[in-house]
């Protein structure tokens, strides 16, 4: 009788504490987030978060933080990628 069975309402609380930027769309390098979509790995956004990125980020608002980094980067050119 040593077999342990861990509670389901556990696993679910650990994962609602994730935070709200779960929710959100976050600018990150386009490659990185490529690989993510791939490996599953999470990923960091311009904004400093670490999130798994959606393969349909147009189903969730553009995280406010990085939509503000975005636009005050400088812009590198047209037809510049990085
Ligand atoms: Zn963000």
């Given at each position: 009788?040593?077999?342990?069975?861990?509670?389901?309402?556990?696993?679910?609380?650990?994962?609602?504490?994730?935070?709200?930027?779960?929710?959100?769309?976050?600018?990150?390098?386009?490659?990185?987030?490529?690989?993510?979509?791939?490996?599953?790995t999470?990923?960091?956004?311009i904004?400093?978060k670490?999130?798994?990125?959606?393969?349909?980020?147009?189903?969730?608002?553009?995280?406010?933080?990085c939509?503000?980094?975005?636009?005050g980067?400088?812009?590198?050119?047209?037809g510049?990628?990085?």
């Amino acid at each position: 009788m040593s077999t342990k069975i861990l509670p389901e309402g556990d696993v679910r609380q650990e994962l609602s504490n994730d935070g709200d930027h779960e929710r959100f769309a976050h600018y990150a390098d386009k490659h990185k987030i490529t690989e993510s979509l791939v490996t599953g790995t999470p990923v960091r956004a311009i904004c400093g978060k670490i999130w798994v990125p959606s393969r349909d980020p147009s189903k969730y608002p553009v995280c406010p933080e990085c939509k503000e980094i975005y636009a005050g980067l400088p812009k590198g050119g047209p037809g510049k990628g990085e």
